[in-house]
């Protein structure tokens, strides 16, 4: 069984972060472990409080996942503060998984913010260039490359600046895009595109933190970045047009859609 590492916050209404992470690995057949960056209080209608983990605790606990369950695939998400980052790294540099997928929260669906400017740059110099793919949507593509970016072609010029800077391949996911919903993906050497019409589902709560943890699942097993992508996206698609109402805001998806 492959397994996967999920390093990120908590969502106490499971929509996002660990939960999520956790409900897509396993729906995925595959062993979750996850390590914890923050407690958040937050539900469907937004983000009231986030309580983070001492640094020297997020790296106990990375310590004790890859020494005992080597993952095959970690996936980064909520990680708010800068000593929290530089211990993420520092495990990282150490035990240097095969398979990094990268999503780079900065601010929750609600508009809280939720990275700090000092873990922001550190992000930027130090864990980006670490990974396997980054997965911005289009507000941060914007922070991290100081574009604009509200075309196709704005997205590629975009996504080829931030491969320059980290040396890792960028997908930019195109859920703010006006017409319809396609991401982009450049790796140094081409550009793909995963078109994808605009599901109008007023509940999309942790749909970042899914899309990036399907993917890690997939380069889990092999399988190439185009068609791991594309595999989550698929995944990512029938849990939109799943019908699922919970909560007063923002909802959640139906991680478990595909299950009898």
């Given at each position: 069984m492959?397994?996967?590492?999920?390093?990120?916050?908590?969502?106490?209404?499971?929509?996002?972060?660990?939960?999520?992470?956790?409900?897509t690995?396993?729906?995925?057949?595959?062993?979750?472990?996850?390590?914890?960056?923050?407690?958040?209080?937050?539900?469907?209608?937004?983000?009231?409080?986030?309580?983070?983990?001492?640094?020297?605790?997020?790296?106990?606990q990375?310590?004790?996942?890859?020494?005992?369950?080597?993952?095959?695939?970690?996936?980064?998400?909520?990680?708010?503060?800068?000593?929290?980052?530089?211990?993420?790294?520092?495990?990282?540099?150490q035990?240097?998984?095969?398979?990094?997928?990268?999503?780079?929260?900065?601010?929750?669906?609600?508009?809280?913010?939720?990275?700090?400017?000092?873990?922001?740059?550190?992000?930027?110099?130090?864990?980006?260039?670490?990974?396997?793919?980054?997965?911005?949507?289009?507000?941060?593509?914007?922070?991290?490359?100081?574009?604009?970016?509200?075309?196709?072609?704005?997205?590629?010029?975009?996504?080829?600046?931030?491969?320059?800077?980290?040396?890792?391949?960028?997908?930019?996911?195109?859920?703010?895009?006006?017409?319809?919903?396609?991401?982009?993906?450049?790796?140094?050497?081409?550009?793909?595109?995963?078109?994808?019409?605009?599901?109008?589902?007023?509940?999309?709560?942790?749909?970042?933190?899914?899309?990036?943890?399907?993917?890690?699942?997939?380069?889990?097993?092999?399988?190439?970045?185009?068609?791991?992508?594309?595999?989550?996206?698929?995944?990512?698609?029938?849990?939109?047009?799943?019908?699922?109402?919970?909560?007063?805001?923002n909802?959640?998806?139906?991680?478990?859609?595909?299950?009898?």
């Amino acid at each position: 069984m492959k397994k996967i590492l999920t390093i990120a916050g908590s969502d106490p209404s499971g929509g996002a972060g660990i939960q999520a992470d956790i409900k897509t690995i396993t729906v995925h057949g595959m062993y979750a472990c996850s390590v914890i960056t923050s407690l958040t209080a937050q539900n469907t209608t937004g983000v009231y409080g986030i309580h983070n983990v001492p640094p020297e605790f997020v790296a106990a606990q990375m310590d004790c996942v890859f020494t005992d369950i080597y993952p095959d695939a970690v996936k980064i998400g909520m990680v708010s503060e800068e000593p929290i980052l530089a211990q993420i790294i520092a495990g990282l540099q150490q035990y240097r998984p095969q398979n990094l997928v990268i999503d780079p929260v900065m601010i929750s669906t609600s508009g809280r913010r939720l990275l700090s400017e000092p873990a922001f740059s550190l992000l930027k110099e130090k864990l980006l260039p670490l990974g396997t793919l980054i997965t911005p949507n289009l507000p941060e593509a914007q922070a991290l490359t100081g574009l604009a970016i509200r075309t196709p072609e704005d997205m590629e010029k975009a996504a080829r600046l931030l491969f320059n800077a980290t040396g890792t391949a960028v997908l930019i996911k195109g859920g703010h895009l006006t017409d319809d919903a396609t991401d982009l993906l450049y790796d140094g050497a081409q550009t793909t595109l995963f078109p994808s019409a605009r599901i109008h589902n007023p509940n999309t709560h942790g749909t970042g933190c899914t899309l990036s943890s399907a993917i890690a699942c997939r380069l889990a097993e092999g399988k190439s970045l185009p068609q791991s992508i594309k595999e989550a996206k698929t995944y990512l698609t029938g849990a939109l047009n799943t019908p699922l109402d919970l909560g007063k805001g923002n909802g959640p998806l139906n991680h478990m859609y595909a299950l009898p």
